[in-house]
C-alpha cells in the first residue's frame, strides 16, 4: 500500500491546499469502506427464561465495522464494536417457533414473513425473513444462523 513517508508526504500536500482537509477526510473514508460492511455472528447464543416463565429470551451477538459515514469511526483504533438482538419466543424447547410468534427487544424495523427459530439438542436454529421495504425484496435477517446454546 503506502509507506509512512508516502503517507506523511500526501497529508502535507493535501492539508496545504484550501479545501485539502476535507479531501483528506473523504479519501481516508474510502480507504477503509473496503473494510465496513463485514459481518460475523458469534457461535453462542445466551438463552434464558422470561421473569414470567411464559416465553424464552435468546440473545446472540454480533461483531461489525463502524459506518463508513460516521467521521468520528475514523478516529478510534478499533474498526469494529459489538452488537446484540433479544428474540422473545414462547417457552417451548420441543417445537419450531413460527416467525409470526417471535418478538425482538427493541421492536421495529422490519417485519419477519417467513422463518422459524427451532431449538435442537444444544443448539438453536435462527431462520428469519424479511421484508426490506427499502430494496423491494425479502431477504434473509443478518442473525440467522445456527448458534450453540449457553442457558443462563
Not at 496545504?16 to 476535507?22: G, I, K, N
Not at 416467525?99 to 431462520?127: A, C, H, M, W
Request: charged share 20%; proline share 3%; glycine share 4%.
Amino acid at each position: 500500500m503506502f509507506s509512512k513517508r508516502q503517507l506523511e508526504n500526501m497529508m502535507h500536500t493535501f492539508l496545504s491546499h484550501r479545501y485539502s482537509a476535507l479531501f483528506f477526510i473523504f479519501f481516508i473514508s474510502s480507504c477503509r469502506i473496503s473494510g465496513q460492511g463485514k459481518l460475523r455472528n458469534t457461535d453462542t447464543a445466551y438463552v434464558k427464561q422470561s421473569t414470567n416463565s411464559d416465553s424464552l429470551m435468546i440473545r446472540v451477538f454480533l461483531k461489525t465495522a463502524y459506518m463508513v459515514h460516521d467521521p468520528v469511526s475514523l478516529l478510534k483504533p478499533t474498526k469494529y464494536y459489538i452488537d446484540s438482538m433479544l428474540f422473545l419466543v414462547p417457552n417451548s424447547l420441543s417445537k419450531v417457533t413460527s416467525f409470526e410468534k417471535v418478538q425482538t427487544i427493541p421492536g421495529g424495523g422490519y417485519p419477519f414473513v417467513q422463518g422459524n427459530i427451532t431449538f435442537l439438542r444444544d443448539s438453536v436454529r435462527i431462520f428469519l425473513l424479511y421484508n426490506d421495504y427499502d430494496d423491494k425484496k425479502i431477504d434473509t435477517f443478518v442473525w440467522s444462523k445456527d448458534y450453540v446454546v449457553k442457558w443462563q
